[in-house]
């Protein structure tokens, strides 16, 4: 792990991130971030860890030339960080592992989360089994009736589910029961958020397990092609796996990086979760950052094809990096993503999860336009078998 130098001592990038919590919260979230930095610092700590992500993971997750995906485009030739090739599927298992191990390491006994989709409740499920360590799902009723794998792979893996049945029984919900049983017993447990987002210093300590995926890449695009790519990019819904990736190259400045927000059915509708390109900053779960919200400051109903995109709120490094423009941020829609899809799995033999499809998109977009000396490293987050199903009926295959 290298450590960098942002966020500031009160967990702010810039004018974003912080913790904008009651008083009573803010001891815990200092207590979080006091043992994290006692224990991020340990040897022991750092070996348990690397040693879960070679051998349990499969850590170095390799590099991949897209020849055939190139030929097509014709122009940069694109290449593949193979994140999929992850034990449980996607780049989640990287710091749901080092949650559940500082969980550990500061003596909880419970990991609490909430879950959407389910696939950070696999994840975080996943890592808990592994380290020996209870874990504490909450999840909308409605929610689990969709996403029938997932539940079963977590109650499979040993977690306590627990159903949502207030409000919209899904994902606000969920969130806001997990932090009131949280709040029962903050001393013995630790509530573990799936993204680089909420009140510091979780951006930050997400931010750090993710950035193996950077360290690597850098290391073996190097080896590969005895130079560094001239584009990095990666898909944006909270903003882990793109901070991942991103945070290893920040410093060299050849190295364009490009973050690819959803456009859902279009940014002139509603349904879209692009909100780097259409929110404004506010505070929101904890944190401030770029947000869509409406006049009331209710965060809106947003909306994609990939379920782990549409999240109304993003991190606050991201923020930061777009003021500064040192990351530039595009969107894809559906339509561009759903095409990604379907030609990455025709023409390479991978499906892709529909999250890390927007960036292959993007991708593809910008190989056309690009001389064929140029190169284009893509994070391939997660892979697409959650996905098959529903673009096989979506698209009547
Ligand atoms: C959850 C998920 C994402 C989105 O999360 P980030 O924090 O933005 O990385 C992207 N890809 C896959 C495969 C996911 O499961």
Do not use: W
């Not at 893996?157 to 919900?173: A, M, N, Q, W, Y």
């Amino acid at each position: 792990m290298q450590f960098l130098e942002m966020p500031d001592n009160n967990g702010y990038f810039g004018k974003y991130g912080g913790q904008i919590i009651p008083p009573e919260l803010k001891a815990i979230m200092d207590d979080i971030s006091e043992s994290y930095e006692k224990v991020r610092q340990t040897e022991a700590f750092q070996k348990e860890l690397q040693e879960l992500y070679t051998d349990y993971v499969g850590r170095p997750s390799p590099i991949y030339f897209a020849k055939r995906l190139t030929e097509k485009q014709g122009g940069a030739r694109i290449f593949l960080k193979r994140e999929d090739l992850n034990h449980t599927g996607a780049h989640k298992i990287n710091h749901c592992l080092g949650e559940a191990l500082l969980a550990k390491y500061m003596g909880k006994t419970r990991v609490l989360a909430e879950t959407g989709a389910g696939q950070h409740g696999v994840a975080l499920a996943t890592a808990c089994a592994l380290v020996g360590i209870e874990c504490e799902i909450h999840m909308g009723e409605i929610d689990i009736k969709k996403e029938h794998p997932n539940v079963t792979k977590m109650k499979i893996l040993g977690c306590k589910l627990v159903p949502v049945s207030r409000g919209t029984k899904t994902l606000k919900d969920a969130v806001d029961s997990a932090f009131e049983e949280y709040l029962n017993d903050p001393v013995n447990s630790l509530y573990a958020i799936g993204s680089v987002v909420g009140p510091h210093p979780f951006p930050m300590m997400v931010r750090d397990f993710q950035q193996v995926v950077g360290i690597e890449a850098r290391e073996q695009f190097q080896v590969k092609e005895g130079r560094l790519p001239d584009y990095v990019m990666a898909c944006v819904g909270g903003g882990s796996n793109a901070m991942g990736l991103f945070s290893a190259f920040l410093k060299d400045e050849d190295v364009k990086m490009i973050g690819v927000e959803p456009a859902g059915k279009g940014l002139d509708t509603p349904d879209h979760a692009a909100t780097l390109t259409l929110g404004r900053k506010g505070a929101i779960h904890g944190f401030e950052c770029y947000n869509l919200q409406d006049d009331n400051g209710e965060p809106l109903p947003v909306y994609s094809i990939a379920s782990g995109l549409d999240y109304p709120a993003v991190g606050p490094q991201h923020c930061y990096l777009k003021d500064i423009e040192r990351v530039q941020y595009e969107t894809i829609d559906d339509k561009d993503c759903l095409d990604a899809f379907m030609t990455l799995s025709r023409l390479e033999g991978i499906i892709p999860a529909l999250e890390s499809a927007h960036a292959v998109a993007y991708a593809m977009k910008l190989a056309k336009e690009l001389p064929e000396d140029k190169t284009i490293l893509v994070n391939l987050s997660g892979r697409g078998d959650k996905d098959a199903d529903f673009v096989a009926d979506y698209l009547s295959l």
